[in-house]
């Protein structure tokens, strides 16, 4: 037998496991993978709405991805932008619900609080670089009870968020964002 008879065997089985690869990763990315547009200008300037919108700075509204299964490998942390689903009081305080998109900022157990415009975490200023309109507002000290999240927007003039209808439980976070896809201009992982 040949030396080539040999490798044509082993090319089927490597292009046979290649294949079978490609077709899980597809089903795992189908099945995790979520896509969100941005409507609302809450999130700016990390994640654009379109003009003419109230506060918004892009052509066109971001597209993001999120994925679910982030999170068993670890929970979510202080600064992850999520999805997730409001709380019945979102409806009632912002006249809107459903799925929004904002940043994490306290964690279970941990405090909140707010004043002329500067969140604190546990008695300590929060580091925000990614705020750039800031509202003057102030809001008491809180606790984020155990399983919550203390979740707000980047552009807190323009955010109706946990400072208004408190933390969000985790089993209503749904998914990491993790890359912006649309417009093609704006694309970058998150």
Known sequence: MAAGQDLHPLIWRALIGLGAALVVAIVFFFVSAKSYRIPASSMEPT??????????????????????????????????????????????????????????IALPGETFAERDGTVYVDGRRLRERYVKRRDHDSFRRRLVRRGSYF?????????????????????????RVVATYWPPSRIGLR
Request: proline residues 7%.
């Open 47 to 104: 994640l654009h709405c379109a003009r003419p919108g109230v506060g918004c700075e892009g052509r066109h509204e971001d597209h993001v991805l999120a994925f679910r299964f982030m999170w068993p490998f670890r929970g979510p942390r202080r600064g992850d932008i999520v999805a997730f689903q409001t709380p019945r009081r979102a409806a009632i305080v912002c006249g809107v619900s459903g799925i929004y998109v904002k940043r994490v």
């Open 151 to 175: 979740l707000l927007g980047d552009a807190r003039d323009q955010s109706c968020d946990s400072r208004h209808w408190g933390p969000v439980p985790r089993k209503n976070l749904i998914a």
